[in-house]
């Protein structure tokens, strides 16, 4: 009797754990969205009694295993937050459903009211703070900053022709913009997820003016078959998620305006367009993998451990970065005092028109393929060099560049520069492949360097070993402490500031990333799709009826 006591006694447990778990299945919901035909006031729980607005959202709450799933080819306007979690097993879930292009999630706000006309072509309106605005569906640039300021003095000349200062938005126009559309990216937010376990796929967040999605204090996140940033400030920003998995997703700014000639201030981030994957603290053991990044005026990722947050043990690998439409347009930014232990492995970036930068401590950079880097026309100083390893915001040490293939580069392919006072050491770069690099620089003794080190003690005890130079510029390909030399020479400065230096040839061997083979980079090569779907410029088309 005992022995069966004991029996029941540890079988109880786990019938009790079945119970709950088929009971807590049994009891989740998909709540449908359609913004033409829902209604707030239904219950939401079919297609034919589905809600209408983001509101609704904002107001419910949610189990794991819920499904949240918006109709294709709607859009719906406004932003809501998720801040229920789900479970490993049963995540909550926003999805789309029937047939069509991505729902869209976010709008344009309207300017509304009367433009008074200040004269020179300068018309003001209170409000409307905007990143972004467009006028009769025609994007107009916007002002830089000048001493943190925005910068009105610019209306009317590059291109520049809206601007928004102390509560009022300044347009210019040779004509009475009363009675056009103008529009603008003013919602700062599209959709927050406060939540763990929570999964985004196959929706369209566009129009976000700080973010189009915000992961904030979140775990275990997914974002997937998602088109992100279009017409956008920003595109994804987290700030503490752990464990989030971002994988093939589009993010397209759209953003195509040049400002060719302007000068006083550097680059477009403060025109309107910043990053599309951003982290300023609070990233850890994460994976962006398989995504498509296009035409983001700052940086296509950007990831800064500022102050005691953290970015640590992530993995960004098999992505794409373009910005054929940009003249100022990085691939990513990692840096901080607590940017450590990363991984940057199998991207392809193509056409940028300013240096990646880099810092931190402990990054590993290897199997990269780094092509046609040009040279800003906004900013003094050349800036056409591939990679930067400088102290932006803390003392690069430890990192490793390894097999990385760098091609046609207008400046250096890297750059080695301290600001006086900050130690860069025990840096290895190791067989990475240097082809084509500084074709048109005009830095020092740059022209034709793969590698520029800048002649400062405190860069210093680093490793240069196998790396193969091949250019048809000169033969002398490093530019070490000032001195443009062969690779033979290179090698020779072997010891030098305690710098450990062998192997560098003018001959390919092994070095680089390998053949690039772009049917494995990107959103194409990521895509694990159900059957019967295909991938038509960011827009997923689903079966019918069918609800992924």
């Known amino acids: 009797m005992r022995n069966k006591t004991n029996i029941l006694n540890l079988i109880k ?17 998909t709540y449908y969205m359609d913004a033409s035909r829902g209604n707030d006031g239904n219950d939401g729980i079919t297609e034919g009694t589905a809600w209408q607005t983001l509101s ?10 819920d499904v949240i799933a918006f109709k294709r080819g709607e859009t719906f306007p406004g932003n809501f937050t998720i801040t229920e979690s789900g479970t490993a097993d049963s995540r909550i879930v926003l999805t789309a459903y029937g047939t069509g292009n991505l729902p869209i999630i976010g709008a344009l706000l309207k300017h509304t009211g009367t433009w008074i006309n200040q004269g020179s072509n300068i018309w003001t309106k209170s409000g409307g703070a905007a990143t972004r605005l467009w006028r009769n569906g025609i994007e107009q640039g916007k002002c830089g900053r000048k001493n943190k300021e925005e910068d009105i003095s610019e209306l009317g000349s590059h291109n520049v022709k809206q601007c928004h200062k102390d509560g009022t938005t300044y347009l ?34 566009r129009y976000g003016k700080s973010n189009c999605i915000k992961i904030d204090n979140a775990s275990h996140t997914k974002v997937e078959f998602c088109s992100i940033g279009y017409n956008a400030g920003y595109g994804m920003q987290v700030s503490n998620g752990d ?80 910005a054929p439409s940009l003249h100022y347009a990085r691939a990513f930014v990692y840096s901080g005092d607590n940017c450590n ?3 940057f492995d199998h991207n392809y970036v193509d056409g940028m028109w300013i240096r990646s930068q880099t810092d931190g401590k402990r ?40 097999y990385n293939t760098f091609k046609n580069i207008q400046g250096p392919c890297i750059k080695l520069e301290s600001y006086g006072s900050n130690y860069m050491i025990n ?41 193969a130079f091949i250019n048809g510029i000169d033969d002398t390909p490093i530019d070490y402490h000032d001195k443009s030399i062969t690779t033979t020479q290179f090698n020779a400065e072997n010891g030098t500031d305690n710098d450990k230096i062998s192997g560098n040839t ?41 609800l992924y």
């Open 243 to 322: 464990y989030l998995t971002v994988e093939n997703n589009i993010f397209d700014n759209n953003f195509k305006i040049t400002f060719d000639g302007i000068d006083s201030h550097a680059g477009t981030d403060a025109r309107g367009s910043n990053d599309g994957f951003a982290s300023w603290g609070g990233l850890h053991d994460s994976i962006v993998r398989y995504n498509d990044f296009i035409n983001w005026g700052h940086a296509s990722i950007n990831m800064e451990a500022l102050g005691s947050n953290t970015i640590s043990r992530n993995r960004i690998h098999h992505n794409k970065f373009t």
């Open 172 to 205: 210019y126009s040779t004509t009475n913009p009363n009675g056009n559309a103008i529009e603008y990216a003013g919602q700062s937010t599209i959709i927050k997820i406060s939540g763990d376990y929570v999964t985004l796929k196959y929706l369209d967040v």
């Open 427 to 467: 840096n290895t770069f190791h067989k990475n492949l240097f082809d084509n690099c500084g074709y048109d620089s005009y830095y020092f003794h740059t022209t034709g360097a793969g590698i520029y080190v800048q002649p400062y003690n405190y860069i210093q005890d680093n490793t240069y070993t196998d790396n």
């Open 363 to 402: 990054n590993h950079f290897h199997h990269n393929w780094i092509y046609n880097q040009h040279d800003t026309p906004y900013k003094n100083g050349e800036q056409g060099q591939a990679l930067a390893l400088e102290p932006y915001n803390d003392d690069p040490q430890n990192n490793t560049f390894e």
């Open 506 to 546: 003018s001959s390919v061997t092994d070095q680089g990333a390998g053949i690039l083979d772009l049917s494995t980079i990107g959103v194409n090569a990521g895509k694990t799709l159900p059957i019967n779907v295909e991938q038509s410029q960011g827009a997923f088309i689903l079966t019918p009826g069918k």
């Open 13 to 29: 447990p786990i019938l009790l754990g079945f119970i709950l778990f088929f009971t807590h299945i049994a009891f989740a919901t």
């Open 341 to 343: 232990n990363n991984e």
């Open 56 to 65: 609704k959202i904002n107001n419910a709450s949610f189990s794991p295993g």
